[in-house]
């Protein structure tokens, strides 16, 4: 049990486009129609996984995006079609991901 409650994120430094660094944690990344998306969540030191479920909630997503050859994560508040899209996705992956780690995994005997 008490490696359950072990809880290390994967956190990544990004930088605006004025030069602003800010951590986030990762939360989920995934593959939709041929691009990659990234759930985030700004970084607090002393987040645990209980605070990610019971905040509010949000997270930011990105999607990489190649520019002179190098790669970049960008948001995708822009496009509202893409944006509703890939957050309904995350969202219900995100849910099902916490559940089975608060709920255990009963999905696995159906």
Request: net charge negative; hydrophobic share 30%.
């Amino acid at each position: 049990m008490s490696e359950m409650n072990e809880y290390t994120p994967e956190l990544y430094e990004l930088e605006d486009e004025l030069g602003n660094k800010r951590d986030f944690e990762m939360i989920d990344a995934l593959e939709i129609d041929g691009q990659q998306y990234f759930a985030m969540t700004p970084s607090n030191k002393n987040q645990n996984i209980e605070s990610i479920l019971y905040g509010d909630g949000n997270f930011i997503i990105f999607k990489t995006k190649e520019v002179n050859g190098e790669e970049y994560l960008v948001s995708i508040v822009d496009d509202d079609d893409e944006y509703i899209k890939v957050t309904e996705i995350f969202q219900k992956r995100v849910s099902e991901k916490y559940d089975a780690y608060f709920y255990g995994e009963e999905s696995d005997s159906e």
